[in-house]
């Protein structure tokens, strides 16, 4: 008894293959993204059975997300489609993970399922970590949606085994944007969602006991993400994020000194949705309003064929040091981006390429292009490296060799700025020739801003100061 007390309490440590795997995949991580912060850690325990409850909105990087912000090794439950080319099933096996099968790809193979949770249980007996994506695919959407019972029939079942061994946690992936490169995402780890209470109930009736834990699940996957309850207010939402999220970011920054690294947006995010969700119910005339005068906005936008962020530098108009500033940067970084884009354009342009062509949905997107860097980047550049010895020597090839991830990541930059100064450009071009649509576009802009600010405050004296 005491040695599987121990088997089950000992540190549960990664193997070398595993970490292997994950140490690259925390490489191409800290590359893709500009930064992947990780909330509350410490919530999964170091030992003993976990089962951790993710959201599931951007395919094989959420498993190296996860994977890359612990410390154990985790067995995901994976969908069997993945496990058919004996290569992949390899692969997937040596990380740890575990084969399922969903009604909507093998309808005729739900049996053997039971033999994924004998292996679950039997990992969660040896004290390791199991992850499962409950929604049971991936989506697009800016909630949680529905989610399967699997992770509260595989919790029970253990729990009824074994009582008190398992933590369940839930676990929200949040992405500031979700195709795009350099951008930023939080993983966080929710408090455990207790199992025992249901343990009696399940006894008396699985089913229900099933549904209630379900439920709670669901709850707790909610509270890591920005999750909203309508398609139809999702558009809103994302809307009202697009247009004033920005000058809320702006806000805090000017009034408490914050860097851009220090504000949460995921939790400005969530108070955009609370607010929402607020005036839906109390104001439906407002938001209605509100809706009305963003897509008449957009419509301008269309139009005139600009775009809001430069109508937005408009309005804030650039200080003179800051305009030196930058024509400054763009007139030195211009060398630098064209050697950084000469050396790097094939290896950032194939990954895009691919990920358009193969890509059957929005989330698949990313993952392609993040599976085909990895590949086409050291290939590339490897190559280039070859060439540059064979041409001028070792040395000069080594100093070659580190100009390269960095001369991309300037000329990444420095082509998202052009692309705001084509943006701006533009707008002055429209202001000089046709002064009364500019002035149009700024003044709508000004007063949608306005009625955003004046809600925001209505907002935050009805609740009593909630943050923003």
């Known amino acids: 008894m005491s040695a599987t007390l121990d088997t089950r309490m000992r540190r549960d440590t990664m193997d070398g293959f595993y970490r292997a795997v994950r140490t690259v995949g925390r490489f191409w991580l800290w590359f893709f993204f500009r930064s992947v912060d990780v909330r509350h850690p410490e919530r999964v325990p170091t030992v003993g059975a976990v089962l951790l409850c993710i959201n599931h909105p951007n395919n094989f990087i959420d498993s190296l997300l996860v994977g890359g912000a612990l410390r154990r090794k985790v067995h995901y439950l994976a969908t069997a489609g993945l496990f058919r080319h004996p290569l992949a099933a390899r692969f997937l096996r040596a990380c ?24 679950c249980f039997k990992a969660f007996g040896e004290g390791r970590l199991v992850a499962i994506y409950p929604e049971g695919t991936t989506h697009a959407e800016v909630r949680v949606q529905r989610i399967k019972t699997g992770a509260a029939r595989i919790a029970l079942g253990y729990e009824a085994e074994r009582p008190g061994e398992l933590q369940v946690i839930p676990v929200g992936l949040n992405f500031d ?22 343990r009696d109930a399940y006894r008396a009736d699985p089913v229900k006991a099933v549904e209630a834990l379900t439920d709670a699940i669901q709850w707790g996957m909610e509270a890591e993400v920005v999750h909203v309850e309508r398609i139809d207010e999702s558009r ?39 607010s929402t969700n607020y005036f839906k119910r109390r104001d439906p005339a407002r938001v209605e309003r509100i809706w009305q005068r963003i897509q008449s906005y957009r419509a301008l936008l269309a139009e005139y064929h600009v775009k809001d962020e430069a109508v937005r530098a408009r309005l804030e108009r650039t200080r003179p040091r800051q305009r030196i500033r ?42 392609w292009r993040f599976l085909t860097a990895m590949l086409a980047l050291p290939l590339f550049w490897g190559l280039e490296i070859w060439i540059a010895a064979r041409l001028v020597g070792r040395a000069a090839a080594l100093v070659f060799a580190l100009s390269l991830p960095i001369s991309g990541v300037i000329a990444y930059r420095y082509w998202v700025g052009a692309g705001r100064l084509r943006s701006r450009l533009r707008f002055g071009a429209l202001a000089l020739t046709r002064e009364h649509a500019a002035r149009r576009l700024t003044t709508e802009r000004q007063a949608l801003i306005a009625e955003l600010e004046r809600a925001k405050n209505d907002y935050l004296a009805a609740t009593k100061g909630s943050s923003f």
């Open 236 to 274: 809103l939402v994302n809307a009202v994020q697009e247009l004033y999220r920005g000058e809320l970011v702006r806000e805090l920054r000017e009034e408490r000194g914050l860097a851009e690294r220090q504000i949460d947006l995921v939790r400005l995010s969530r108070a955009i949705v609370d």
């Open 177 to 198: 944007a979700r195709k795009s490169f350099r951008g930023r995402v939080l993983v966080s780890f929710g408090s455990p969602i207790p199992v025992t209470p249901y």
């Open 96 to 119: 740890g993970a575990i084969p399922v099968y969903r009604k909507q790809d093998d309808p005729d193979k739900m049996d053997k399922n039971l033999g994924a949770f004998a292996a």
């Open 326 to 367: 930058l024509t400054w940067e763009a007139i030195a970084g211009f060398p630098l981006f064209v050697y950084g884009a000469t050396v790097n354009f094939l290896p950032y342009w194939i990954p895009r390429w691919v990920a358009r062509r193969r890509s059957r949905k929005e989330t698949d997107y990313a993952t």
